[in-house]
């Protein structure tokens, strides 16, 4: 079946980096964008950006410009989100989800990781 | 940037309708996707491109778009429904964009 299934639990000092995965398995990984999206606790959620896994594009949301750098690797179908500089703010859910490629803005994210607890604390 | 108002919360008693409405500049000419979120669980998609309903999603789980608001409607709220509801669009800078979300309470 189609899944996305993301990385253990990080902590984090501050000032640290963070990387996580996504591996996706039951469909074609390059069909797909591969999105970011955090939620911190007792928050909404927040998109961080996205990779297309055929072409290497990235687009981030302003709020995270050089700070966030999403990569991919085909040959083993996972995305990673790699977030630097890290302050207790940067504590949350990471998320991944998927969304089809074949256009910019219709569909929706339609599969989603099960997330990843990023807690950042001396 | 484009910003989706909604309403933080929104209670009712089962078997009522709940509207949970996500304001936007001219939303109506972008496509809507709504998510149900319960607690301690990742997001599932429950109506997209407006009012299209993915398979699995009771028809129970209607969406509609115009003007400057777009509506996520369920009908015979049930506890089962309890959740946290958000509402996203693609912005034309390339950016996705999520509302605030809604808390529904079933009393």
């Known amino acids: 079946q189609v899944q996305l299934v993301q990385s253990g639990a990080e902590v984090r000092n501050p000032g640290a980096s963070v990387k996580v995965s996504c591996k996706a398995s039951?469909?074609?990984?390059?069909?797909?964008?591969i999105h970011w999206v955090r939620q911190a606790p007792g928050q909404g959620l927040e998109w961080m950006g996205r990779?297309?896994?055929?072409?290497?594009?990235?687009k981030y949301a302003q709020k995270f410009q050089g700070r966030v750098t999403m990569t991919w690797d085909t040959s083993i179908s996972t995305a990673y989100m790699n977030l630097s500089r890290l302050t207790s703010d940067d504590t949350a859910v990471y998320y991944c989800?998927?969304?089809?490629?074949?256009?910019?803005?219709?569909?929706?994210?339609?599969?989603w990781g099960q997330g990843t607890t990023v807690t950042v604390s001396s | 940037s484009y910003v989706l108002t909604q309403p933080p919360s929104v209670s009712l008693a089962p078997g009522q309708t709940a509207r949970i409405t996500c304001g936007g500049n001219?939303?109506?000419?972008?496509?809507v996707h709504w998510y149900q979120q319960r607690p301690g669980q990742a997001p599932v998609r429950v109506v997209y491109?407006?009012?299209d309903r993915p398979s699995g999603i009771p028809e129970r789980f209607s969406g509609s778009n115009s003007g400057n608001t777009a509506t996520l409607t369920i009908s015979r709220v049930e506890a089962g429904d309890e959740a946290d509801y958000y509402c996203?669009?693609?912005?034309?800078?390339?950016?996705?964009?999520f509302g605030g979300g809604t808390k529904l309470t079933v009393l």
């Open positions: 039951g469909y074609t990984f390059t069909d797909y964008y």
């Open positions: 990779i297309n896994p055929d072409s290497g594009d990235t």
């Open positions: 001219d939303i109506g000419s972008k496509s």
């Open positions: 491109d407006d009012s």
């Open positions: 989800a998927r969304h089809i490629a074949t256009t910019v803005s219709l569909g929706g994210m339609d599969v």
């Open positions: 996203q669009v693609w912005d034309s800078s390339d950016h996705w964009v």
